[in-house]
């Protein structure tokens, strides 16, 4: 429950520190007087959006802070998962810079607002007056009766499948649509990839070619200048080799004379032994040179082919037609594959969608059996709230396809009159009505999830009299089991609450600010008898008020 709340630097609240009690609580107070104040300020530390233009003065941050007696729910594991410090009075801060950044802190630890909303989406339920507004939307709808109908396993494992789904349905679009791109493409793959099969590449291919070519070309100054060279070896007067193999003769000569004549042979020697090899290599590359004409064309034609094929994929390299051509080939493989892909991937689907059905029609039958809980317990309240023609009902309709939420599309009708046969609430129902309709809904969704708190704001809208009494009734009834907190203008209401607030404003010197009290027993007989007739109540009015608070 809500035990104490601790407002600083909001709109025309400058400091506010009010414990709360279990039970019904009333909060009261003039139209203006900053109610909706308060509830704006809790809601920050609901992980509401932040505004910086609420700060109240250039103070530099507001501060908002809950403390929440969480002793009675399960909710250590939460802290052990986020490594915070359990408490059995935890206490949340939501502060708002000038700059217009927040920051979140749970018992003194900062945390993202993620994580803020977690732990208070289990411990507080705020209803405003604009959540009158969705009762006709269908999302709200069938939220409410999955709470009532405590669906969220099977939503859960519904939505597992649904999301395996929509992933396969997307990849099978994708493929569909690849295969109907590479189908198209078939037959310019097909041609370029024979054009490259066709002439046969290898990967050194175009520099042996051109280096061939060169030689080709160049063959007669090659064979000239080379058979000079072997020529200037072989000359038997003065050849190279002559004049070495004597002077390694003379050489040998000198051993008696000169120390190093032998090495100086030794050395001649290896020298005309290099100089017969290059000599030898020198004639096989004569007897090689001798190109035929045929042979030039083959070389310069499949150049050609080469270099056409290079220009036509805008490369410069055979290693890079190869991979174009790998790439071709893999194309066309998957064009061959994509039926086969396609037909075990719908398969798949086929699978998931069985499994979906099943999930799907589980929570269909949870939620009409829950069904007959709504709507009995609905029409019975409703005929306690001034409605005994009243006429509740929920309309399922089972969709052809699947959504997030299963197949059903659940809509909710109802008839304030005798023989009327129940219509869409969002065009029928008046405003008391909806406040009527609304708190019951509320009552049933309390009791389904096990709030520790629950905050009406001004649910009480379009009602007053005998009506406004049995809605205190049922808010009260609804307090024995949890805590419930109501802003209101009714005095029947108001006297209902174990305990009564009141918001007012006050001036100072410079502005006009807004605070709240806990009333006593003479203030609130005061307080309700202002509602009941107005300042400077009558004893009449103050002895009605007594009355109404002696009867709750």
Sequence with gaps: MLKNLKIENYALIESLDIDFTDGLSVITGETGAGKSII??????????RADSKVILSDSGKCVVEATFDISAYSLQEFFDTLELDYFADTIVRREILANGKSRAFINDTPVNLQQLKELISNLIDIHSQHENLMLGNADFQLNIVDTVASTSPEISEYRILFDQYQEQKRRLKEIEEGALRLVAEKDYAEHQLKQLQEAQLTENEQDELEQELKLINNSQEITENLSIILQSFDNEEIGTISVLKS???KLH???DYLNRADEFAERINTALIDIKDIASEIEGILGNTEFSIERKTFVEDRLNIIYS?????????ISQLLEIQSDFEQKLNLIENFDEEILQLKKHISAIETELTKAANTLTNKRKEARTTIVDQTERMLHDLGMPNGHFDVDFKYLDGFTSSGCDKIEFLFSANKNREPQSIASIASGGEISRLMLIIKSLITKSKALPTIIFDEIDTGISGEIAKKMGEIMKKM???MQVITITHL??????GGAHYKVY?????EKTMTNIIQLSDNERIVEIAEMIAGKHPSASALDSAKEMLKAQ
Excluded: C, F, M, W
């Design 39 to 48: 509830i704006g300020a809790l809601s920050l530390v609901l992980g509401h």
């Design 247 to 249: 002077a390694s003769h």
């Design 253 to 255: 000569k000198l051993h």
């Design 309 to 317: 094929l290079q220009q036509k994929h805008r490369v410069d390299t």
């Design 479 to 481: 307090a024995d089991n």
């Design 491 to 496: 005095p029947q209401i108001a006297s209902k």
């Design 505 to 509: 404003k006050y001036d100072t010197e």
